[in-house]
């Protein structure tokens, strides 16, 4: 009985020195301005939720200067009111922006499954054949595991991008996020 009380005793002066430190920590520490977000921001019509962009994301495009070419680069500053995205090497304008283009990751991952699948049927199916009598290998191996050789490879080459023409029905904004005021340059 006696060591109950002094565990219950210890228990509540170990939470009231927790307490404390945290509420000395809280207080002592300096409070500082948090600095939001400034984001390119794309508005697809057809979609709820839309696309953002942050400072440090990867963006590919074409661009009026060059449609034919997809243009990679990575997001180091945008400028709100030049409407300008600063990457290592130069900057874009907003405008000049025709197509982005999304990667999509169940595309790739689903491809590499069926592919895997695919190679170990044909593998499993090959040793199976060659080191024991009662097991052949008939066109039903062969076109299980080349079916899914397959579609797994047409899903990665088909369903992995996704374009966005820049038009009527997907718009790019560059939004500040910051509060009560803008981030300033």
Known sequence: MRNKAITAGFGTIVAKVSFIMILLFMLLTPFQKVQAQVVLYMEIMSEDKPIKYYEGQTLMYKSKEFPDDWQTIKIERILDEEKIILYDGGMLQLDN??????????????????????????????????????????????????????????????????????????????????????RGY
């Open 97 to 182: 922006i025709k197509t982005i283009r999304r990667t999509r990751g169940w595309a790739k991952a689903i491809g590499y499954m069926l592919q895997t699948f695919g190679l170990a049927w044909l593998g499993w199916g090959s040793i199976a054949s060659v080191t024991t009598d009662n097991v052949d290998f008939t066109l039903d191996t062969a076109l299980t595991g080349g079916t899914a050789l397959l579609s797994g490879y047409l899903i990665r080459k088909l369903f992995y991008y996704k374009n966005y023409k820049v038009g009527r029905r997907v718009r790019l904004k560059i939004l500040d996020l910051s509060w009560p005021e803008p």
